[in-house]
Nanobody, 115 residues
């Protein structure tokens, strides 16, 4: 059973940067399509960024040019580098992994951007 643990969230001022990490155990991340989702208070969960097994990436329009997603297969870890953060980026960020019909979620990490 794949387990995902996020870290790296916190409080940052607008314009600042954070790097989120998603460490996996119980499986090999290279076999999975990976993604970051976020959920702001009172809102639904939305896709932020995705990276396929082949390395193709996709981003939500709201974060294009500011966020990058990467994976280190040797460390079994995925990252989300967030630059030029805005107050509207405030949310709980979740790590997600998919392989066929199997879907896995982390517990989430809070990101708060102050204006």
């Amino acid at each position: 059973q794949l387990q995902l643990v996020e870290s790296g969230g916190g409080l940052v001022q607008a314009g600042g940067s954070l790097r989120l990490s998603c460490a996996a155990s119980g499986g090999t991340l290279s076999q999975y399509t990976m993604a970051w989702y976020r959920q702001a208070p009172g809102m639904g969960r939305e896709l932020v960024a995705m990276v396929t097994r082949g390395g193709t990436t996709n981003f939500a329009d709201s974060v294009k040019g500011r966020f990058t997603i990467s994976r280190d297969n040797a460390k079994n870890t995925m990252y989300l580098r967030m630059n030029s953060l805005k107050p509207e980026d405030t949310a709980v960020y979740y790590c997600y992994a998919n392989w066929g019909r199997s879907n896995y979620w982390g517990q989430g990490t809070q990101v708060t951007v102050s204006s």
